[in-house]
Structure formats: structure tokens, C-alpha cells
């Protein structure tokens, strides 16, 4: 009798649990999967009603095709990359073969047009560029405008003149400033690339200097009290107290960052023409086939996906690095 | 015994939108080596700023604080502090926290061997040495006031200062805290000035209490010796005839002769919980004392 009713209470359980798990199931899986449906159903009614100079706007569908297309080019172009080492070492083989003395050149690098994926390669690169160059300057002085309230009255003003600058303001100042300083030859580092990095540092800078400061700022009295008492010297005022209190705030600039840092880049691309995505945009724009509109709209949506992803990545840093873990935010 | 430490004529001033707030006003007290030596007074009366005035953390505005013939004007750790709310760093462990005090005070003086050994005898004292791997969110609010006092001892002051060390903890928890102290006092026999609001806790552990009169302008009202022999048993205590008239004489000062009408109502209330998390109010029956006006102090420091 007690054992078939403490059965039956399992069973009960296990229906619960499969129960919430189904639910959750729902919830986590289902719900999400809907509103995306719900969304391409959209998109494809919208896009059926508008009619471009360059065709029809392209709904889910055409931007599939175009986005195969684009992975197919990848492809082809990979090959005849590979194609083309392959036939200057077999020259400089043959070469060697003829006349033992040869002293083969250095291997030329293949000059094909840049591929989709290489400019969203191109864009990662410039952005952390922009970022790190951001950070460094940021968390710096966002730890010593957040310890000395004299400095920060000093740079406020400044930081709220600059912080509302949109990245095409500031890049032509750039474009000219980079050109008159810095003389590329052959093989340095682009131009474009030093141009769209700086306007993303410029760019990015704020959030992160802010966070900074009004974590530094935030570091609870009591602790900074302990520090008093120790008679810990500035460094060590800074590395064990300061800077571990703050992190969490830090982190949270950083992220803001990093998506500002994203965002700025592909209008600066498109305007230094620094070969990443935003290039891509324009010149599909500028291009004006019957794909471009489809081409565009798999760049917009990469766009997107990239960003989430990098923001994820922060996110995961930030719980790695992090002692509070309740202050990690989604 | 030789006055080891010495408050003169201490007064301080604190300016405010509304003006100058004097809170301390000529405090004179003298501290002899070895001596356990609590300040007890309503809210508002300044016990915290005194503290903290001996601490070096606050600057008197006259008078001053004299440690073992030295003038003290800033924080240091022969002065070491036990705050109210433990203060100790939440990303470092139990052993860490304790450690990087130990690592300040002993640089040069200790070895490394030495220091962890040192870092361990300091836990140990406090019964804290199975969790010393934790960090402050893994362990009870009695066992960080607990890693609190290890800190501040292991930094082997000359006074040790508590803010009402006990004051955020319920009151078993308390009561074992307190046990803790005296084994440690009768163990290290430290020079100690505590700040409490807790009757029963002054008199079961101090040599002297020291009664303040109610601010603005506070000062040092009556001093009351605590002549109870030692080891003291709190249980033994509760029938002892002198123990319960010494608890009267400061119940006396505090409610008739420096009764504070206007702050009773508040005694459960707002100005409380918003300083300390779930405190057991209700489980005090002598709490007098509400730090909401020592916060503001603070704030204009």
C-alpha cells in the first residue's frame, strides 16, 4: 500500500518534471522560433509590395539564394587562390630546375577581388583595432577621472562636447590627418584600415570611459576606509581595491563599447572605402544589379549577427573576469 | 597601568548647507594599555565619529588624539579598524582578505612562511579556519565579522577599533561573537575601544564603559568601571546582583538622564533597515541607538 503510493507519487513527479520541461521547452525553443517565423512571413509580404528601381525588393527567399551565391564565390575564388601558389611555385620550380643558380622571389601575394567573407574578416580586424586602441585609452582615465573629482570636473566638459560626435563627422578630419602623417609604401598597412580604426576608437571611447569612472566612483566607502587603515600606496590602492571593484562596471562599458565600435565601423568603411563589410554595402549600392538589393540585405543581416555574437563573447568575458556574478547583466 | 592612548579636548565641526553641525565638543579620555573600553550613547551623539577621529579616518577640528606619545593625524594600521558591516573585499577569500592586510604590515619583517603562518594563527583565533578558502558571499554575516576581527588582529594593533562590530548580527550569533572576543582578550589582552548599542554586551566585555550625552555638541557624560571579575560566563552573570546593578546604572543614564524623546519612534523603523540588512530589532531589547545620523556625518566628511 505505502510502496504503490510513494510509486504513484514518482510517477506524479515525473509528469511534473516532464511537464516543466516541456514548457521550458516551449518557452526557451518554441516561442522564439515563432517570432522569427512571424517575422520572415512579414518581410516576405512587405518586400512582395515594394518595387525598386533594381527590381523587386528581395524577400527571405531571394536573400537565401543571393547569400548562397556569395558562399559560392568564397568557394571558387578559394580555389583559384590556391590555383595560383600552386602555379608560382611550380614556375619557380621549374625554373630552379633549368638554371640551379636561380634565386626564386618572394612568393606574390594572389590579388583577386576581396571575397565576402574576406571583408567581414577585414571588419573584425579593424573593429577590435578601434576597441583595444579605445579601451586603453579609456579604462585609464576613466579610473583616474573617477579616483580625482578635481580631474573630473577638468574633462567633463570635454567628454560631453565629444561623446555626441557621430563617426562621419569626425572622418574626413581623420582621413586628411592620417594621410598627412602617415606615408604608406608598398605593403604597410593600409591607409583606410588606420583611418576607419581611429574613427572607431573615437567612436567607442565614451561608454567605457563613463563606466569606468562611475564604478571607481561607486567603490563603497567602507572598503576604501580599509585601504585608508592598510596605508596601501596609490598602485596598490588602484590594483586591489579599485580596480577589482569596478570591473563589473568596466565590463558593462565595454560592452556598450564594443557594439558602438561596430556600429561606427561600417559607416566608416563605407566612407574611407577601408575593404570590410561596410565597402561591400556601398559598392553593391554602387554597383545596382538585380542581386545587389538581395547581396545588401545578407550583409545588413551578418551585420546583425555579428554584432550579437560579439556581444556574447563580451558577455562571457565579463562572467570569467567577474567576482559578482548577480551584477552580470543580460 | 600607563595611558597608552589619550583624547584631548577633542572637538569637531562638520559645515553643512544649513551650517557648521558640531557633533563633538571637548571629549577628554584617557586609555590605559590592556584596557577593553566601550562607548555607548543614543543615536546622533557621536560615537562613531570619535572612533573614527582615533582611527584618523576624520579630523578633529580642535584637540587632538595622542597613541603610545604620538600624535595621530591619519589612518594606520596600529590602529586597526572592525567596521559595522565587515568591509572586507568580496572577491578575496577568507585567507586573502587577511592576507593583504598581513602582506602591508609585515613586508620586510616577515617571511613568506612566516606570513602564511601567521595569515592561519590570525583564522584560527576566530575559529575560521575551515572556511579560510571562502570568499565573504559564501559564508554567514557572523563568520565575515569573524575574518573582520582576524584581519584587524593579524595586523597586531597597538588599539584595536570596533564599530559596532556585532551590531548587523542577530543575537545568538552575537552571543557567540562575544565568547569569541573574550577568549581572544583574555588570550592577547589588546587595548580595545568598542562602539556598541547593545547594554548587555558593554557590560559583559568592557573594563569601563564610557557614557556619551547626546548630541549636537556630545561629550563624554559618565564613565562607569566594570569591576566584574574575569573569566566572565554570561550565564552566571544574569543572577549576579552587581552585574544587573552595573546594567542599571547605564540603562539609567541613557533613559532618564540622557533620554532622547524623538527618537523612539523610529527605534523599528526606516533610518535602521536601510543601513543594515534584516536586523533583528525586535531581538534587542536595549538597542538605543540608530546610525542613520553618524551615516550623515559621514557624508559631509
Known amino acids: 500500500m505505502v510502496i504503490s503510493t510513494t510509486s504513484s507519487r514518482f510517477a506524479q513527479m515525473r509528469e511534473l518534471k516532464l511537464g ?45 539564394v543571393q547569400a548562397k551565391g556569395l558562399y559560392a564565390e568564397y568557394r571558387e575564388d578559394q580555389e583559384r587562390e ?97 594621410s598627412a602623417l602617415y606615408a604608406t609604401e608598398d605593403g604597410g598597412v593600409p591607409k583606410s584600415y588606420i583611418t576607419s580604426s581611429i574613427t572607431v576608437m573615437m567612436c567607442s571611447l565614451w561608454p567605457t570611459l563613463l563606466n569606468t569612472a562611475v564604478g571607481v566612483t561607486s567603490v563603497s566607502s567602507d572598503l576604501v576606509n580599509v585601504s585608508r587603515v592598510l596605508r ?27 557594439s558602438t565600435a561596430w556600429m561606427v ?66 | 597601568m600607563a595611558t597608552l592612548l589619550e583624547l584631548t579636548q577633542v572637538s569637531i565641526e562638520f559645515k553643512t ?26 543615536s546622533g551623539c557621536g560615537k562613531s565619529t570619535v572612533l573614527n577621529i582615533v582611527a584618523g579616518l576624520l579630523h578633529a577640528t580642535t584637540g587632538g588624539v595622542v597613541l603610545d606619545g604620538r600624535e595621530v593625524n591619519e589612518p594606520g594600521p596600529e590602529r586597526a579598524v572592525v567596521f559595522q558591516n565587515h568591509s572586507l573585499l568580496p572577491w578575496l577569500t577568507a585567507y586573502q582578505n587577511v592576507e593583504l592586510a598581513v602582506k602591508e604590515v609585515a613586508r620586510g619583517k616577515k617571511s613568506r612562511a612566516e606570513m602564511k603562518a601567521w595569515i592561519e594563527h590570525n583564522l584560527e583565533l576566530v575559529h575560521m579556519s575551515h572556511a579560510m578558502h571562502k570568499r565573504p558571499s559564501e559564508i554567514s554575516g ?50 580595545v575601544i568598542m562602539i556598541t548599542h547593545d547594554v548587555d554586551e558593554a557590560v559583559l566585555l568592557s573594563d569601563r564603559i564610557v557614557m556619551m550625552t547626546n548630541g549636537p555638541s556630545a561629550t563624554v557624560g559618565e564613565i562607569l568601571d566594570i569591576d566584574l571579575p574575569r573569566p566572565r560566563n554570561r550565564l552566571q552573570l ?16 541613557l533613559y ?44 559631509v566628511a
Not at chain 2, 544574569?238 to 543614564?253: G, I, P, T
Open chain 1, 82 to 178: 590556391a590555383a595560383f601558389y600552386v602555379r608560382q611555385n611550380k614556375r619557380n620550380a621549374d625554373r630552379l630546375a633549368e638554371d640551379p643558380k636561380f634565386v626564386a622571389d618572394a612568393i606574390r601575394p594572389y590579388t583577386g577581388k576581396p571575397t565576402f567573407f574576406k571583408q567581414i574578416g577585414t571588419s573584425l580586424k579593424t573593429v577590435f583595432t578601434g576597441f583595444l586602441l579605445a579601451s586603453l585609452i579609456a579604462i585609464p582615465v576613466g579610473i583616474a577621472i573617477g579616483l580625482s573629482g578635481n580631474l573630473y570636473s577638468a574633462i567633463n566638459p570635454l567628454i560631453q562636447l565629444f561623446k555626441p560626435i557621430s563617426p562621419l563627422a569626425w572622418l574626413p578630419l581623420v582621413t586628411i590627418v592620417v
Open chain 1, 20 to 64: 516543466t520541461i516541456a514548457s521550458n521547452l516551449l518557452r526557451d525553443l518554441g516561442l522564439p522560433l515563432l517570432g522569427i517565423a512571424i517575422f520572415l512571413l512579414v518581410w516576405q509580404g512587405a518586400a512582395s509590395q515594394v518595387h525598386t528601381s533594381l527590381g523587386q525588393f528581395p524577400g527571405p527567399a531571394q536573400v537565401l
Open chain 1, 232 to 258: 596601501l600606496n596609490w598602485l596598490r590602492h588602484v590594483r586591489s581595491i579599485v580596480l577589482p571593484a569596478s570591473v563589473p562596471m568596466i565590463f558593462t562599458g565595454l560592452r556598450l563599447s564594443l
Open chain 2, 238 to 253: 544574569a543572577d549576579d546582583a552587581h552585574y544587573n546593578h552595573l546594567r542599571h546604572e547605564v540603562l539609567r543614564f
Open chain 2, 142 to 191: 557572523g563568520m565575515k565579522q569573524r575574518v573582520g576581527i582576524a584581519r584587524a588582529l593579524a595586523m597586531e594593533p597597538k588599539v584595536l577599533l570596533m564599530d559596532e562590530p556585532f551590531g548587523a548580527l542577530d543575537a545568538l550569533t552575537r552571543a557567540h561573537l562575544q565568547d569569541s572576543l573574550m577568549e581572544i582578550q583574555r588570550d592577547l589582552n589588546n587595548t
Open chain 1, 265 to 330: 565601423l561600417i559607416a566608416a568603411e563605407m566612407l574611407a572605402q577601408n575593404p570590410g563589410l561596410g565597402k561591400f554595402v556601398w559598392d553593391e549600392f554602387q554597383n545596382g544589379s538585380s542581386d545587389s538589393l538581395g547581396r545588401i540585405m545578407v550583409a545588413v543581416l551578418t551585420i546583425g549577427f555579428i554584432g550579437y555574437v560579439l556581444d556574447r563573447c563580451m558577455l562571457q568575458c565579463q562572467r570569467w573576469v567577474s567576482w559578482d556574478k548577480q551584477a552580470v547583466q543580460r
Open chain 2, 256 to 299: 532618564e538622564k540622557q533620554r532622547k524623546v524623538d527618537d523612539f519612534p523610529a527605534a523599528g523603523g526606516g533610518a535602521k533597515s536601510a543601513t543594515t540588512v534584516a536586523e533583528p530589532v525586535d531581538a534587542q531589547p536595549n538597542v538605543v541607538d540608530i546610525k542613520s545620523h553618524e551615516l550623515k556625518n559621514r557624508e
Open chain 2, 17 to 42: 548647507p544649513k551650517g557648521t553641525f558640531k557633533a563633538l565638543d571637548n571629549v577628554n579620555l584617557k586609555i590605559a594599555e590592556g584596557e577593553f573600553v566601550s562607548l555607548i550613547g543614543h
